[in-house]
C-alpha cells in the first residue's frame, strides 16, 4: 500500500536527460558484463544455492555410504574367507579399482543435480518470461548463453571438485590402510580430476539441452534417461552398437578413468573427447538455435 | 525514433503483421491501438528483435535494435507484465540486466524509487501484485534511461491512481525528448495520453494519424433537434441548405451541414418553438470502433480465440 501513495505523486522529474546520463554509466555490453550479469542473475535465485547444497550433500554423502557399504562387504568376504588376498572372486576387489568405481560412481546423483542446475539456468528463464528482458538487454544473443556457460563451468567446477575429492577421502577411508586408495597412487588423482570433469561435462550438458528443448520438465526427463536410464538399460538387449553407446555416456566416460585395471572400454583421449562431445555439442546448437529461432 | 518499414510476420498460414508501416517520433506519445490480437505486441517483439520478421525492415534509432552497441539505452520496453523469475528480488532481477551494460547499482535504485518500489526492492517478484509486477516492468523500461520507450498495454492491472501516473510519467518521457510507443487496446486511455495514434486491426495499418485529425475525420457534425413543428422547421432547415433526416420520434430531427448555432437562429428568426437542440459530436472511442468494427467482427465470429477479449473491448465502448 505503502509503494501505491509514493507513486500516486510521482513525476518523472527526477529522469536525466537521453543524452549522457551520469547515472547510467557508460558504454555497451560487453562478454565481461553479460558474464556479471549471468552471475548475478543465478547467485540471487535461492534454487542455485539449494541445488549446490543438495549436490555437497548427497553427493558426498552417498559416496561415503558407497565406500563404507563395500567395505563392510569386503571384510565379511574376508572374514568368511570368501576372498583371496588380493583376487577379485565373490564380485570384491581390494585394488583401487574396487574401491575407485563404487566411491566415484555414487557421485553421479549429484552429477545429475549439477545437469538440472545447468538446465534451470536457461529453461527457467524461458519459465518465467524473464528470456524477453534478458534478449533485449542482449539483442545479439549468443554471449547469453556463452556467458551461462562460463558462469556454470566456475560453479558447477567448485562444486565437482569438492564433491570428487571429499568422496574419494571420506569413502576410502573405511577401507584398511594397507589396501586404502590415496591421492598419491597411480591414477587416482587422475580418477578423480576426471570424475569432476564428468559432472561439469554433465552441466553444460544440462544447459545445452535446457537451450534446445526451452522446457524444464523435457530437460530434466532427457537428462534422466541419459544419466540413469540409459547406461544400465541399453546393455540389456544385447545388441552391440546399444551397448557401446552406453559406454560413452557422460558418467561411463569418467568413470572409465577410475577403471585402473584396464577394465576401461577405451582409452583416456577418447574419453576425454567424450567428455568434450557431451559438454560442447549441445551447448554449440543451442546457440544455434538461440541465433536463429525467434525468442 | 522507431521506423517500421512493411513489417510482415506470418505464423504459418497465420498473418500476425501485414506490412505493416509507421514511424514513431521523438518528443510524442505515439499510441498503438487495435483490438487484442491484431498484432500490436508482435509488432513489438519485431521491433525488438525478438521474432525475426518474415519481410520489412525494423529500425529504431536508424538501425535494426540487435546492433546497438548499448541496447538497453536505445530502447526501454515493457513487454509483458510480471516476466520475471519470481524467486528473484526485484532489485536482483534489475541488477542482473543492468550488470550487462555496466549499468550501476545506483541507477537500479533509482529507477525502483521512480516507479515506487523501494519498499518491496528486495522481496522476492513471486510475492507481487500485477500492478506492482507493472511497476517493476516500467523499471525495467527506464533502466538505461533510454531513447525509445516502447510498452505493452502499460496500464494493465494498475489502480486509477497507478493510470494516472503512468499517464503523467508517458507525458513527462516524451516532453523530455524520447520517443514514446505505448500500445493499448482502449481507445480512452490513449485519447488522454497520446499525441499520435497507429491504429492496426488483423495486422494491417489502419490509420496513422494525430488524435485531433482523428477526431477532426470522423465527426459525424450532426445536429439533434426536437420541437413540435417539426416538419415546418425541416423546411425551413432545408431552404437554407441543410440536410434534414427524421427520426423515430416525430418530433426529432437529425440535421447535418449546419451547426447547432444555425439551427438556433433559424429557429428563432421564424418563430419556431424548440424542445431540445445540441451538436452531437462522436468521441474518439466512437471513431476507434468505427475504424476497426472490420477487424473485430471478423475475429468474432471466426470463432478466434481472441474472442472473448475482442467482445471486452466492445464492452468498452459507450
Redesign the interface.
Known sequence: MSSTSTVGGGSPGTRRGVAGSASTGSGGASLPRVVRGEWAKLATLRSTWVLVLVVLVLGIGVATLSGWGVSQALEAAETSGQVPPGGPPGGFQTGPTGQLVPILSSTSLAALLLAVLGGLAITGEYATGTITATLTAVPRRWPVLVAKALVLLVLAGVVALVVSFAALLLGASFFPEDVRVGLGDDGVLGAVLANAAGMVSLALLGLGVGAVLRSTAGTITLLVALVFVAPPLLPVFGVDWLTTASEHTPVSAALSFAQLDGSAPYGTTAAVLVLLGWALVPVLAGLLLLQRRDA | MIEAKGLTKRYGAKTAVDDLSFTVRPGSVTGFLGPNGAGKSTTM?LL?????PTSGEALVGGKP??E??????E?G?L??A????????AR??L??????????A??VD?VL????????ARKRVGGFSL??GQ?LGIA?A??????VVMLDEPVNGL?P??V??IR??LR??AA???AVLVSSHLMSEMAQTADHLVVVGRGRLLADTSVTELTARTQDAAVTVRSPQAARLTELLQDVGARVATTDDADRLEVHDATAARVGEVAGHHGVVLHELHARTSTLEEAYMALTRDSREYRTDDGDEDGPTGTAAEGAAP
Open positions: 517483439r525488438l528483435g525478438l521474432d525475426r535494435y540487435r546497438h552497441a548499448a541496447p538497453l539505452r530502447v520496453a513487454l509483458e510480471r516476466a520475471v523469475h519470481p524467486g528473484r528480488s536482483s532481477h541488477l542482473g540486466l543492468a550488470r550487462t551494460e555496466g549499468i550501476p545506483r541507477r533509482e524509487d521512480l516507479v515506487g518500489l523501494t519498499g518491496v500492478g506492482m511497476r525495467t527506464l533502466l538505461g534511461d533510454p531513447a489502480d491512481d497507478g494516472l501516473w503523467t510519467l513527462g518521457l523530455e525528448g524520447r
